[in-house]
């Protein structure tokens, strides 16, 4: 599935929520959400009475929230194959949802699947950041130049604001940067070879934007961001872009430490320097994880991203840590059963930080392989190894559909894992709690 490694998504909705209170002078925080403008300006959102709820789940329980309450104008999120990873933005309490399900699949509305979504977790909700590209449509506004090629080869509208990308699944290529509250994505301009061959929805369209483009060359652009407190979104040229696979075979990760994002898998490993802008390639010591769709998640209390897929060796290997500061990978072969391998499409993939393990909740049974059942499955860094697994209960099992994604919410220290069938809206929130958070002494 051949992609472009740049992608961008544009503002369509406008704010939600209430004014923020007058009379008492402001405290910090306060001041700094009166700065915001855009959808998610006047979040975090005063918690809902399920919140109460989560607080009161104990080690090893479920919740069925149902689902998220819709968008006054645009509905519901759908669910997405091969997108379990839905970024935790924490100073707007809620998580981020890109990337299309069924190939070359349009909405009910007319609109294209590469639709933009946060979750609230405080007023369980969905807030449209960006509803899809019109199909019938973008051709003619092409035509009419209401969407312009701009000097870093990219469609344009004429206040400045990009087309936005389109990306076939997400696989590793979200995250989000607290420090500068970014939502973070890869993507490009019609990369979907599903719709732009012949009889495709975006035939015509690209023709035309390739026409624009020929023989003319173009800066390598960094991920594009959607700023969390602005509504903006922002992109710059980039030096030395990462190379090889560009379906999967790599993840993106945010590294508290560098405050920059890790890129990397079995093709290499990158560090975006927003700084200076550009990629920096770490040339990493060790062998490095071998094929594509895999998970990673950050430790922020080792400094060390745990990276975890189906590989083209022997199982054993599958299970990698790459050292941060130290610039390696290591293969720490755990003790115990672990999933034998973790993917996009059925894994849940998080440090647990209340519990101090890094857990998989792995939402199928494919196999009669002990490795291969779905269920919890938490690894102990400090004891190099896996949990008894943990069976998911039966009412659970029987929500879960083919277009789930999820996340970890530290503050509450709990997952959601929305369950939806691929390209549908029917999707409940789920939240799970692995284990109380010790006692902080």
Not at 151 to 165: H, I, N, R, T, Y
Request: aromatic share 14%.
């Amino acid at each position: 599935m051949k992609r472009g490694l740049c992608g961008l998504v544009v503002l369509a909705c406008a704010a939600l929520g209430a004014p923020p209170d007058a009379g008492a002078e402001p405290s910090d925080a306060k001041k700094d959400q009166e700065k915001r403008t855009g959808p998610l300006a006047t979040l975090p959102s005063k918690p809902g009475p399920h919140v109460e709820k989560i607080k009161a789940l104990g080690d090893n329980e479920w919740l069925n929230l149902g689902a998220p309450a819709a968008d006054p104008k645009w509905g519901k999120a759908r669910g997405r194959s091969w997108s379990s990873n839905m970024p935790f933005a924490p100073d707007v309490r809620g998580a981020f949802v890109f990337a299309e399900g069924v190939h070359a699949y349009v909405k009910p509305d007319g609109r294209y699947m590469n639709d933009l979504w946060f979750y609230d977790a405080n007023a369980h909700r969905w807030v449209c950041l960006y509803p899809g590209i019109e199909v019938k449509t973008v051709a003619q506004r092409i035509k009419d130049k209401e969407l312009a090629l701009n000097a870093d080869g990219l469609l344009v509208e004429k206040d400045g604001q990009p087309l936005p990308p389109l990306l076939i699944h997400a696989y590793g290529y979200l995250g989000y940067d607290p420090d500068r509250r970014r939502f973070a994505f890869f993507g490009s301009q019609f990369g979907n070879y599903f719709t732009t061959g012949k009889g495709g929805v975006f035939e015509e369209a690209n023709k035309l934007f390739e026409e624009a483009r020929k023989g003319k060359k173009f800066p390598s652009t960094s991920p594009f961001f959607y700023d969390a407190a602005s509504g903006k979104i922002e992109y710059f040229p980039v030096a030395n872009a990462p190379k090889g696979k560009p379906y999967g075979a790599n993840l993106l990760v945010y590294v508290g430490s560098k405050k920059q994002f890790f890129y990397g898998g079995s093709d290499g490993v990158w560090f975006l320097d927003p700084e200076k802008r550009t990629w920096a390639d770490a040339k990493p010591k060790g062998e490095p994880p071998s094929g594509i769709d895999r998970c990673a998640a950050y430790d922020a209390t080792r400094d060390r991203i745990y990276h975890h897929g189906k590989g083209d060796k022997a199982a054993e290997n599958d299970f990698l840590v790459y050292d941060v500061k130290g610039n390696a990978w290591s293969h720490p072969k755990p003790k115990g059963t672990g999933p034998a391998y973790s993917s996009s499409y059925e894994s849940v993939f998080n440090y647990d930080a209340g519990a101090d393990r890094l857990v998989v909740i792995r939402l199928y049974n494919t196999k009669d392989e002990p490795g291969l059942r779905r269920g919890v499955y938490a690894y102990d860094p400090a004891a190099n190894g896996w949990a008894d697994p943990l069976p998911l209960p039966a009412e659970v099992v029987k929500g879960i559909k083919n277009g789930n994604f999820g996340f970890y919410d530290p503050e509450l220290n709990a997952y959601f894992c929305h369950f939806a069938s691929d390209s549908s809206d029917d999707g409940s929130m789920w939240v799970y709690r692995y284990k109380k958070a010790a006692a902080k002494k």
